[in-house]
């Protein structure tokens, strides 16, 4: 039997076929003891230990290691910030040399050369056409945040108040991104949300909003969009911007075409909306491409940028085109916005990502996961879609009896199962019906053929308990 090890040298049990981790019972003991107390002092909104019920001791790379003493691969990397996994060398370098060298930690909005490199870094990261007319606005340590910020700009430099998002988006929790985002069920018990959003189609090809899917779905959604534009009996005023996410994520891993992009860019700039792209997850690399939008060839307006970009640790950043910078001196601040160690780190994240080529190679390896997924799913008929770019993939899981009738139970169970033989997953999309993928970036070959090769195992035996 081949014998693996994770990142620190352990040996990975494996079941029956190479590399394949047996099922085991979850929580453990000792994970149990912690998920009670976690469970009596911790608000009811907590959410990922219901789905994933451990506590994690280790993490190193891909793995993680609970109390238990359990290793799982970890495809969910903090929800697409681990971009390096956990515990990179690099990274921990970039923070060591900072906490032993003396420098401030937290400076609010003063500059320091730790955030002067940083800064550097990410403008030369960016494609030249954007980068030669970008502002950056530090934020507060969360993505909503910077969603929150860009409201409040796009707002002042027009002068206009409502705002265009899309169906299946998500921007966040606070007030003014959850009002952008399309999940309804976050939104139910909270009244007196941002006035003036307006939702529109995002190009679903597997359910598409009208019905007919493929190219022609996506021009009659531009077609619809514009015309809401142009008719004077729309009820909507004139726009302040357009908020999107070149890939929907929590939405269901939901690429938007290239084409459908260039004409939202086209919409947009015919007509002087500011068109907002939300890279809080897709930033630096995750699509196969170092930002998202770069694929279609658009420049956007405003750029936004969490998750990756902090190393593993908080940080937020709007960048945006100088016309759209004349709001006032303290418009928005926030007292962590000058978090020393993120900068470090991220700094140390993007160099990494670019001198060992990994956007190349999540192409190669995202291509490589969609195909083994897509493999398993001509073998299970409860497999309706697969779908994504680069590492950022989702699977859509149906009722085989019921066309394409969503099937949340099925899909948690598919979770339990990948947990129990030590993979993390999450879900997301409509009724919580898609397994989605977010590996880290410096994921192998052989990783990714073995996650596929339990997720098939997964399947399998979920699949046989509701048959």
């Known amino acids: 039997m081949q014998q693996l090890c994770d990142d620190l040298g352990r ?7 190479p590399g394949v981790i047996q099922g085991r019972s979850l929580p453990g003991k000792h994970s149990q003891a912690y998920l009670e107390r976690q469970g009596l002092r911790e608000s009811n909104a907590r959410s990922y230990p219901r789905r994933i019920p451990m506590a994690i001791q280790e993490a190193k790379g ?18 697409g910030t681990l971009a390096l996994g956990h515990n990179h060398p690099v990274v921990i370098e970039a923070m060591q040399q900072t906490l032993t060298g003396n420098y401030p930690l937290h400076t609010l909005d003063l500059t320091t050369p730790i955030k002067d490199r940083f800064v550097a870094e990410l403008f030369a990261s960016l494609p030249e056409n954007f980068a030669k007319r970008a502002k950056i606005q530090f934020c507060g340590p969360t993505g909503a945040d910077a969603v929150e910020a860009a409201l409040k700009l796009v707002k002042t430099a027009t002068g206009r108040r409502s705002i265009l998002s899309f169906s299946g988006g998500y921007h966040g929790m606070s007030h003014g991104a959850l009002s952008l985002t399309g999940n309804i069920a976050p939104k139910a018990a909270v009244t007196g949300l941002m006035a003036d959003v307006h939702f529109l189609p995002y190009p679903y090809d597997y359910r598409c909003p009208f019905g007919v899917g493929g190219k022609t779905g996506q021009q009659i959604g531009s077609r619809y969009i514009e015309y809401l534009l142009e008719d004077p009996e729309s009820g909507i005023v004139p726009p302040a911007g357009m908020i999107l996410e070149v890939v929907q994520g929590e939405g269901g891993v939901i690429p938007a075409p290239d084409a459908w992009l260039q004409e939202m860019r086209r919409i947009t700039s015919e007509r002087d909306i500011p068109l907002i792209i939300d890279e809080i997850q897709t930033g630096w690399g995750r699509t196969g491409h170092l930002y998202a939008f770069e694929r279609a060839g658009i420049t956007p307006d405003v750029l936004l940028l969490s998750k990756a970009i902090g190393g593993s640790l908080p940080l937020s950043v709007v960048l945006y085109d100088e016309k759209l910078d004349l709001w006032k001196p303290g418009a928005h601040a926030g007292t962590f916005r000058g978090n020393q160690l993120a900068m470090a780190a991220g700094t140390a994240t993007l160099n990494y990502i670019i001198e060992n080529q990994l956007v190349h190679s999540v192409q190669v390896l995202g291509d490589r996961l969609k195909q083994n997924l897509r493999a398993i799913q001509g073998q299970h008929s409860c497999i309706g879609d697969v779908r994504g770019r680069g590492l950022m993939l989702g699977v859509e899981i149906i009722n085989p009896n019921g066309g394409q009738t969503a099937y949340p139970e099925l899909a948690r169970r598919i979770q339990a199962a990948c947990l129990e033989r030590g993979l993390i997953l999450e879900l997301g999309g409509r009724f919580g ?35």
Do not use: H
């Open 11 to 17: 040996v990975i049990p494996t079941g029956p076929n």
């Open 62 to 79: 891909i793995f993680v290691t609970d109390v238990d003493g359990n290793v799982y691969f970890d495809c969910l990397a903090g929800a």
């Open 433 to 467: 019906t898609v397994v989605r993928f977010l590996p880290p970036l410096i994921i192998t070959a052989d990783q990714i053929d073995i996650i596929s090769e339990i997720f098939a195992q997964a399947v399998q035996v979920a699949e046989q308990a509701f048959a």
